[in-house]
């Protein structure tokens, strides 16, 4: 059950920052959490640019990262719940990136060559 529906105050993400293995969220009570980055494949599978490409969403309540189509919530992180994204998912989410990334590699290829 939500935190406010409880009588429970809510808290808000503020600042976020991903290592290479740690999701860390300032809240706005002051506390800081950090995760384990392997509770989020996707961030980490994720670059150093994607993972500082995120913004805030729902007035702090979740997280957004655009290029990996990544929600986290501040409850979920609260709770202690990892990614319930299934691994059938997250493979074709993986092979699509991988497919992506192989194209805009040749067509950087190309486009230097031409340069």
């Not at 105050?9 to 740690?22: F, I, L, M």
């Not at 150093?48 to 990544?70: C, F, K, M, S, V």
């Amino acid at each position: 059950m939500p935190a406010s529906k409880v009588g429970l105050p809510t808290v808000d993400a503020e600042r976020v920052e991903v290592s290479d293995d740690t999701l860390s969220v300032d809240l706005s009570d002051g506390r800081t959490i950090s995760v384990p980055l392997v509770w989020f494949p996707r961030l980490l599978h994720a670059n150093a640019r994607e993972r500082a490409n995120w913004r805030l969403i729902g007035r702090g309540q979740g997280i957004h990262w655009e290029d990996l189509d990544e929600d986290v919530s501040v409850e979920g992180l609260l709770a202690g719940r990892p990614s319930g994204e299934s691994q059938a998912s997250f493979k074709k989410w993986l092979k699509a990136r991988s497919a992506r990334q192989k194209t805009n590699t040749s067509r950087s290829r190309r486009s230097a060559r031409a340069n």
